[in-house]
Nanobody, 121 residues
Framework: QVRLVESGGGLVQPGGSLGLSCAAS????????MRWYRQAPGKQRELVAE???????NYANPVKGRFTISRDNGKNTVYLQMNSLNPDDTAVYYC???????????????WGQGTQITVSS
């Protein structure tokens, strides 16, 4: 079994910064894509950023230039550094990983439990 555990959420003032991390553990052979999604109240879950194993990245337009996704393959961990936060960034943030298990090498999708980010003065 594979588990994703997020940390780093909380309350921040507009213009502030916050960092998230998500560590994967369990029967992991390798991890391909790792992503951050977010879901605001009354809205659908949306992709925020993605990073592939080779380090290539993609960002949603609303966060380009403000958010940075990174990963440590040795630690099976993905990070999200968020700068210049504004109230529209308020949401529950979820990490996601495509993981190949040591049991059968098949890729499966796993999600973190979600962490609340609130941007407010």
């Amino acid at each position: 079994q594979v588990r994703l555990v997020e940390s780093g959420g909380g309350l921040v003032q507009p213009g502030g910064s916050l960092g998230l991390s998500c560590a994967a553990s369990g029967s992991i052979f390798t991890i391909s894509a790792m992503r951050w999604y977010r879901q605001a109240p009354g809205k659908q879950r949306e992709l925020v950023a993605e990073i592939l194993r080779d380090g290539s990245t993609n960002y949603a337009n609303p966060v380009k230039g403000r958010f940075t996704i990174s990963r440590d393959n040795g630690k099976n961990t993905v990070y999200l550094q968020m700068n210049s936060l504004n109230p529209d960034d308020t949401a529950v943030y979820y990490c996601y990983a495509d993981v190949a298990s040591t049991r059968d090498l098949n890729y499966r999708t796993y999600w973190g439990q979600g962490t609340q980010i609130t941007v407010s003065s």
